[in-house]
């Protein structure tokens, strides 16, 4: 039981469908209180530049510190929220809080960008642009320190997609397409559509040592990106083989356990300088030019 690991020693748990635990009414109840209650909580993981090896964003990721059952892990309670609508206002408090968090690390003199997440009820909102101006108005955070993460399953080809896009454009967001790979975007999409990045699906960066189809699908995701002129990031980087492949194809900018697992935010500040050293250690270059 979770509970029994102590308040500061969460046990991160992951409910599926068959764990007696797992019940979504009572978890879309409790869910109902959670902002209230102060329970939902972010941490953030970095995203390291594999040309410079410095730390240039980082990706806020929910989780809920649920009384009885622990910390419990998106994947468990994001469909439920998507499915009682509560996904709104706690979408709200993610962007409020990762926009509030990255402007305090701005005063203390860290600038990075921050990650957020949308989920499809989210993105298909009409007033989404407008919930994110007033977001930005109100932290005083410059709109180019705000990332939008879009999973390519949500981006349909079509002209909500373009117009949603386009007017969260226009506020000076940057979008990135997240889980790429795992969708069916179109070349005509990509390059009509206002992306800035694309973020490799972490399969396929998983899968990449074993399988060489793997490793063509990264190289190839890779020069497209760059024949687009977006900044491509690989997701779930977790050995020192895959950093050196992705590196000498030159992929932009990674994230996964290697360099950090998602963390406090208190945390990522003493994360900061360790990341670095362990860049360097792999003798990542310091001075190729960033894109
Ligand atoms: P995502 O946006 O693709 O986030 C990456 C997920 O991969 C995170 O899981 C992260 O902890 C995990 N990850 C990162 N590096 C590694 C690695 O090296 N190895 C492995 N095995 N995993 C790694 P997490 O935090 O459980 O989030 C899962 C998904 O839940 C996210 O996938 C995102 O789609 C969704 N999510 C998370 N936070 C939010 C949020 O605030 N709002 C919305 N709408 N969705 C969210
Ligand atoms: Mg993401
Ligand atoms: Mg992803
Ligand atoms: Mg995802």
Same mark, same amino acid.
């Given at each position: 039981?979770?509970?029994?690991?102590?308040?500061?020693?969460?046990?991160? $748990?992951?409910?599926?469908?068959?764990?007696?635990?797992?019940?979504?009414?009572?978890?879309?109840?409790? /869910? *109902?209180?959670?902002?209230?209650?102060?329970?939902?909580?972010?941490?953030?993981?970095?995203?390291?530049?594999? *040309?410079?090896?410095?730390?240039?964003?980082?990706?806020?990721?929910?989780? @809920?510190?649920?009384?009885?059952?622990?910390?419990?892990?998106?994947?468990? =309670?994001?469909? &439920?929220? !998507?499915?009682?609508?509560?996904?709104?206002? &706690?979408?709200? @408090?993610?962007? $409020?809080?990762?926009?509030?968090?990255?402007?305090? @690390?701005?005063?203390?003199?860290?600038?990075?960008?921050?990650?957020?997440?949308?989920?499809? #009820?989210?993105?298909?909102?009409?007033?989404?642009?407008?919930?994110?101006? #007033?977001?930005?108005?109100?932290?005083?955070? %410059?709109?180019?320190? /705000? %990332?939008?993460?879009?999973?390519?399953?949500?981006?349909?080809?079509? !002209? #909500?997609?373009?117009?949603?896009?386009?007017?969260?454009?226009?506020?000076?967001?940057?979008?990135?397409?997240?889980?790429?790979?795992?969708?069916?975007?179109?070349?005509?999409?990509?390059?009509?559509?206002?992306?800035?990045?694309?973020?490799?699906?972490?399969? =396929?960066?998983?899968?990449?040592?074993?399988? %060489?189809?793997?490793?063509?699908?990264?190289?190839?995701?890779?020069?497209?990106? *760059?024949?687009?002129?977006?900044?491509?990031?690989?997701?779930?980087?977790?050995?020192? !083989?895959?950093?050196?492949?992705?590196?000498?194809?030159?992929?932009? %900018?990674?994230?996964?356990?290697?360099?950090?697992?998602?963390?406090?935010?208190?945390?990522?500040?003493?994360? /900061?300088?360790?990341?670095?050293?362990?860049?360097?250690?792999?003798?990542?270059?310091?001075?190729?030019?960033?894109?």
């Amino acid at each position: 039981q979770a509970k029994k690991a102590g308040k500061n020693h969460f046990k991160f $748990y992951s409910l599926n469908e068959e764990d007696p635990n797992f019940n979504p009414l009572k978890l879309g109840m409790d /869910l *109902h209180q959670a902002i209230r209650k102060d329970e939902l909580i972010l941490h953030y993981q970095p995203k390291v530049s594999l *040309h410079s090896g410095k730390i240039v964003g980082v990706e806020a990721l929910i989780r @809920w510190e649920h009384p009885e059952l622990g910390l419990v892990s998106p994947g468990t =309670f994001i469909t &439920i929220a !998507e499915e009682t609508g509560l996904i709104i206002p &706690i979408g709200e @408090w993610v962007l $409020y809080t990762a926009c509030q968090q990255n402007k305090r @690390w701005q005063q203390k003199g860290f600038t990075t960008t921050v990650s957020v997440n949308l989920s499809p #009820r989210q993105f298909t909102q009409s007033n989404l642009d407008e919930t994110v101006a #007033r977001i930005l108005l109100e932290t005083k955070l %410059e709109p180019q320190y /705000l %990332e939008l993460e879009i999973s390519e399953n949500m981006a349909g080809d079509n !002209e #909500r997609t373009f117009t949603a896009l386009e007017n969260l454009k226009s506020l000076g967001v940057r979008i990135s397409i997240d889980d790429f790979g795992t969708g069916y975007s179109s070349l005509n999409f990509l390059q009509k559509f206002p992306v800035d990045t694309l973020k490799i699906d972490r399969s =396929f960066v998983e899968r990449m040592q074993t399988n %060489e189809e793997d490793k063509t699908i990264v190289k190839t995701i890779i020069s497209m990106a *760059h024949n687009l002129n977006l900044n491509v990031v690989a997701e779930g980087i977790q050995t020192k !083989e895959q950093l050196i492949f992705l590196q000498q194809h030159l992929c932009d %900018e990674g994230q996964g356990f290697f360099f950090s697992k998602p963390i406090q935010a208190n945390e990522l500040e003493e994360a /900061l300088l360790e990341i670095q050293d362990v860049v360097r250690d792999f003798g990542l270059s310091q001075d190729v030019n960033e894109r």
